[in-house]
Nanobody, 117 residues
Framework: QVQFVESGGGLVQPGGSLRLSCAAS????????MGWYRQAPGKQRLLFAS???????SYADSVRGRFTISRDNAKNMIYLQLNDLKPEDTAVYYC???????????WGQGTQVTVSA
């Protein structure tokens, strides 16, 4: 199973930006869909952005137009650009395989994003 290490989170003011990175321990070239998930305090971990090997991006309504997912198969990296951050974006962010066929059972430690004035 491929392992993931997320980084790039931090404390940012509303309206600010962050760029998250996810390093995979092995090749992601054969993983059709990669995704970013997030888990807010007291809530379930949910997928909100995904990208296929062909570059097709999908977003939840709550982040569409503000977040951008990308992948670099040659470097085994997945990225997430977060713009116009809002307090409700506060969560721990994880990367993993997308919903088809579903995430790998083992998750990374995630990276904390806190949006607060």
């Amino acid at each position: 199973q491929v392992q993931f290490v997320e980084s790039g989170g931090g404390l940012v003011q509303p309206g600010g930006s962050l760029r998250l990175s996810c390093a995979a321990s092995g090749s992601i070239a054969d993983i059709y869909t990669m995704g970013w998930y997030r888990q807010a305090p007291g809530k379930q971990r949910l997928l909100f952005a995904s990208i296929t090997n062909g570059g097709k991006e999908s977003y939840a309504d709550s982040v569409r137009g503000r977040f951008t997912i990308s992948r670099d198969n040659a470097k085994n990296m997945i990225y997430l650009q977060l713009n116009d951050l809002k307090p409700e974006d506060t969560a721990v962010y994880y990367c993993n395989r997308g919903l088809t066929p579903g995430p790998f059972p083992s998750w990374g430690q995630g990276t904390q994003v806190t949006v607060s004035a």
